[in-house]
């Protein structure tokens, strides 16, 4: 029986789409590249799993891109113009919630970008618990941060299932004793949740 529902964030409750994000900022094709190759490729997901503060990773940034320090701390001091929340996500966990199960969010996130985007994802107030990676020092398929999210929260594995995006997080997770959804879109996503539901 299936009593748990945790989530990832990116491409599954919410948008992540840095090059229009840079676009609305102003910043040039070139700016957009080199952001795309030096940071957005590699860079950022690094720092997902470090409790490192945000004046550090600013400065990573600007080490990546040398010369474009100007608009490493416009991206940083806006950088909830990467993301945004769709319009599925809110009512979906309020309908699991009402239906009793519970709800839980276990997302690969660095600090900075987790603390002011989370301020824009009204959603959050309303699920179980959150386990985001800078916090524990581990990333998604990391056995330690699905085993983490179970203790924590004294979720049985066999009793919870896992969405996400990256088919390796959900394998992850599979391993790890979940039951798993890939994440492609919401139509697929739901209509794989509810059959999976029904067999309970």
């Not at 690094?46 to 990573?60: F, H, M, S, W, Y």
């Not at 319009?87 to 987790?114: C, D, M, P, T």
């Not at 581990?138 to 919870?160: R, S």
């Amino acid at each position: 029986m299936i009593r748990a529902v945790v989530f990832d964030l990116g491409k599954v409750l919410v948008e992540f789409h840095p090059i229009e994000g840079m676009k609305k900022l102003g910043f040039s094709k070139e700016v957009i590249e080199r952001f795309q190759a030096n940071i957005f490729s590699g860079l950022w997901e690094e720092c997902d799993a470090k409790p490192i503060g945000n004046q550090e990773i600013r400065e990573l940034f600007k080490k990546a891109v040398p010369g474009m320090e100007r608009e490493v701390d416009l991206l940083w001091d806006q950088i909830t113009v990467v993301t945004g929340v769709y319009e599925y996500s809110h009512l979906w966990i309020l309908e699991l919630k009402r239906r009793g199960y519970q709800v839980f969010i276990l997302s690969n996130y660095g600090q900075q970008a987790f603390e002011a985007n989370s301020k824009i994802y009204p959603f959050l107030s309303d699920v179980d618990g959150i386990v985001v990676s800078y916090q524990v020092e581990m990333t998604k398929p990391n056995p330690g941060i699905y085993q983490y999210l179970a203790d924590t929260y004294q979720i049985l594995p066999k009793e919870a299932v896992f969405l996400d995006d990256r088919k390796e997080n959900v394998d992850g997770a599979i391993a790890c004793g979940f039951s798993g959804i890939l994440f492609e879109n919401y139509k697929q996503a739901r209509e794989e949740l509810e059959r999976l539901l029904e067999k309970e």
